[in-house]
């Protein structure tokens, strides 16, 4: 079940992808927890695309610090940033986009488990 029968669905925040997507695979994008690896320019905008559609949380992940070259790539960062995670220094601009989305970032390597 994974949660997913119990989501309810707020029609008028989600009315054109409820047109797109239909009812049941909203309710599965819902219920859906999400791992975004990069967040770099590419990443970050597939983030803010699943956190805008409604899932129930995302974890962006990165292990790179800021470098004043990924100014230009990823529009969520600022020059204060560099020198900070990638994804811990974009989190809570994603987050901002839907509050009903629990956005979480993550540095540590990733393994098979």
Known sequence: DNGQ?????????????????GREAMRRMAGANVLVAGANGTGVEIAKNVILAGVRALTIHDTKNVETRDLSAQFYLTEEDVGQNRAEACRDKLQELNNAVAVSASSAELSAE
Request: proline residues 0%; without cysteine.
């Open 5 to 21: 029968a119990n989501v309810d669905l707020d029609e008028n925040l989600h009315s054109r992808q409820l047109a797109v997507y």
